[in-house]
């Protein structure tokens, strides 16, 4: 009789946050995919308010962000399709290894909602029991489908690439570790443990690091990557040497630094210098940074567009000279609204408008531009709005999780290019958006562009959408813009090419072998 199948597990581990966990576990997904190796990217827990919705038995493909040839039939079955969340590094990392992105993947995905809230998601779904215990309180409860969930994906592929959080040695936290060691332990890991050396001290981090693991989880530790390095990587010796001498490790790869990859930052981030596209510049873009900004993601193509420049907006000088303002997804909605209010940006925001300048709201964006938010259970929070929009906003506890097929209606001003587009998103929101009653009354009605899910003011220069993943749509850059961008899947390839032209030779392959 045949042994059960059981995965060969690889996993990422990093000395900090932002050393390059979820970019390299992508990278290795589609390394080990592209060998015909059925593979599943898993990270057992995650916090971010960058979320994508998945959902079994769509019929309509995991997303718009497939490889060339997936495109919006409108002939397809364009009804919205109830699903479940996990953070979109997962879900980016499971189209890099050709499979269908679903809440196994990612089993606990933490919504920060406040400094010492958030919002907990198991499976996929809001579970309201989980929120409301401590952190300690809610390891061991969850572990258990943290680890069928992991167990399941072991089971079903021939490699799992498994992505840490944060560092393996937070000696605080070590005791209720349910994404770092336990699970390393669980899935017989072999481990590379990845540090960022363009912030100093690279050497430090990674033999710090180790030397706080428990002697017996120091095994597990395969080998260390330097990533992000700039200049001559034979001025690193005898660095390497050494730190192999202090703890047996090798450093397998010195990747260099890389701007341009192309795959979204796991929080959504991206800097001045690396947020704006080829050629001359045609369109500002001024995005509103509030402090429960989420799902940033969904702008990383507006970054590899021709002529558009991408920035954060903190402040009114932020926007003097912005084409368009877009207000992003919010975790908080009316605590950002108030924000944006504190920094004077409601003024500057309708001085801009007024002025017949591009406004686009997205999910808690699209709520700040109504009259009013309305909150009788205590979701989010009463406030006044912007204005900019005679809608109001009703936050209601059933939560619509959901990706969504649909065609804009005829669309004026700064946005006709939109007209009749069909696009496919996803919609993660509290809040159910109407026409304000009153202001109908009297004449003040907003066009409604996709029933329930968008709407324009009569000038026409501000919009308003329920959809996340507008951008991510190749109709709409082409509308808009008359531009095509690097798809992911051509992303996912250099990324591939990359790692196997910088690991030491036989390194990934000896990571899964028998």
């Given amino acids: 009789m045949n042994a059960p199948r059981r995965a060969r597990a690889v996993m990422v581990l990093g000395t900090t946050s ?13 390394h080990y995919a592209r060998q015909g190796l059925k593979v599943a990217p898993f990270k057992a827990q995650n916090m971010s308010n960058n979320a994508r919705v998945v959902a079994p038995a769509l019929g309509i493909g995991p997303s718009s962000l497939l490889p060339e040839g997936n495109v919006v039939d409108p002939g397809e079955d364009q009804r919205p399709h109830a699903g479940g969340e996990i953070g979109s590094a997962q879900y980016f990392q499971a189209l890099a290894a050709r499979a269908e992105p679903e809440v196994r993947m990612n089993p606990l ?7 010492t809230h958030s919002q907990v998601v198991l499976l996929g779904q809001v579970d309201e029991a989980l929120t409301r215990l401590g952190w300690r309180g809610r390891s061991e409860k969850v572990w258990p489908t943290v680890a069928r969930a992991l167990d399941e994906l072991m089971a079903e592929n021939d490699v799992v690439v498994i992505e840490g959080a944060g560092s393996p040695a937070e000696i605080n936290l070590m005791a209720s570790d349910i994404v770092n060691l336990r699970v390393a332990r669980h899935a017989q890991a072999r481990c590379l443990l990845v540090t960022d050396i363009d912030r100093g001290g690279a050497f430090a981090h990674l033999y710090g690091t180790w030397a706080l693991l428990p002697e017996a989880d120091r095994a597990l530790i395969q080998g260390f990557v330097l990533n992000k390095f700039r200049g001559d990587a034979k001025l690193l010796a005898p660095g390497p040497q050494q730190l192999q001498a202090l703890t047996g490790v090798p450093t397998v790869a010195t990747l260099p630094m890389w701007w341009q990859h192309g795959l979204p930052e796991e929080d959504g981030v991206f800097d001045m210098a690396a947020a704006q596209g080829s050629g001359a510049i045609h369109t500002r873009i001024a995005v509103v940074a509030y402090p429960r900004i989420s799902n940033l993601d969904e702008f990383q193509p507006l970054k590899n567009v021709p002529g558009v420049a991408l920035r954060w907006a903190r402040g009114p000088a932020d926007l003097v000279d912005a084409d368009w303002i877009i207000l992003p997804g919010s975790k908080h909605t009316s605590g950002d609204l108030a924000w944006l209010r504190a ?3 409601d003024r500057a925001i309708a001085a801009h408008a007024a002025r017949g300048g591009a406004v686009l709201g997205i999910c808690g964006g699209l709520q700040m531009l109504g009259e009013a938010l309305i909150d009788p259970h205590g979701i989010d929070g009463n406030a006044p709005g912007l204005g900019l929009l005679p809608l109001v906003t009703a936050f209601e506890p059933a939560k619509t999780v959901r990706r969504t097929v649909a065609r804009f209606g005829e669309t004026q001003g700064n946005w006709a290019a939109l007209s009749g587009v069909n696009v496919r998103g996803y919609e993660i929101h509290h809040g159910q958006t109407a026409q304000h009653p009153a202001m109908a009354a009297a004449g003040n009605v907003a066009r409604e ?30 509308a808009l813009f008359g531009a095509q961008v690097p798809t992911l899947e051509s992303v996912f390839e250099r990324m591939a090419d990359f790692i196997a032209a910088h690991f030491e030779p036989g390194v990934l392959d000896r990571l899964i072998a028998d």
């Fill in 343 to 345: 920094q004077g940006l």
């Fill in 449 to 478: 562009l996709m029933p329930a899910l968008a709407w324009q003011n009569e000038l026409g220069n501000v919009l308003g959408v329920y959809l996340h993943g507008l951008f991510e749509d190749p109709a709409v850059l082409q």
């Fill in 109 to 115: 995905l933490l919504k920060p909602e406040r400094d």
């Fill in 18 to 30: 932002g050393a390059g966990k979820s970019w390299l576990t992508t990278a290795l997904c589609r």
